[in-house]
């Protein structure tokens, strides 16, 4: 009878044995499984930063060109004044030069 209480106990220390281990190695396995998913989050928070970083200088980009596109189109209007105040100096000039109209 001694003997079979001592199978029986070392049944249950050997079954309590597994069941920790087990337990044990369950726990590793989800603590790694944390530790890996907090360096995907950190990668995608970078991930994340490069993405708004690489935007917002293609806007700054866009409002330089745009800039520029407005300061191109303002010089030409400037321009286009200048070249018709031009002709008519020029042919203000003609009127009052008394050798042109002594031509006509």
């Not at 087990?22 to 993405?51: C, G, P, T, W, Y």
């Not at 409002?63 to 286009?80: F, I, M």
Request: aromatic share 2%.
């Amino acid at each position: 009878m001694n003997a079979a209480i001592v199978i029986i106990v070392l049944a249950i220390l050997i079954v309590l044995a597994l069941y920790f281990g087990l337990r044990k190695r369950q726990e590793r396995k989800v603590e790694e499984r944390r530790q890996l998913a907090d360096q995907h989050r950190d990668m995608a928070r970078m991930s994340q930063f490069e993405a708004e970083r690489t935007a917002a200088q293609a806007d700054e980009r866009a409002a330089r060109a745009r800039r520029e596109q407005l300061a191109a189109e303002q010089q030409k209007l400037e321009a286009e004044q200048h070249r018709a105040s031009a002709e008519d100096l020029h042919g203000r000039a003609d009127e009052l030069d008394p050798e042109k109209t002594a031509d006509s």
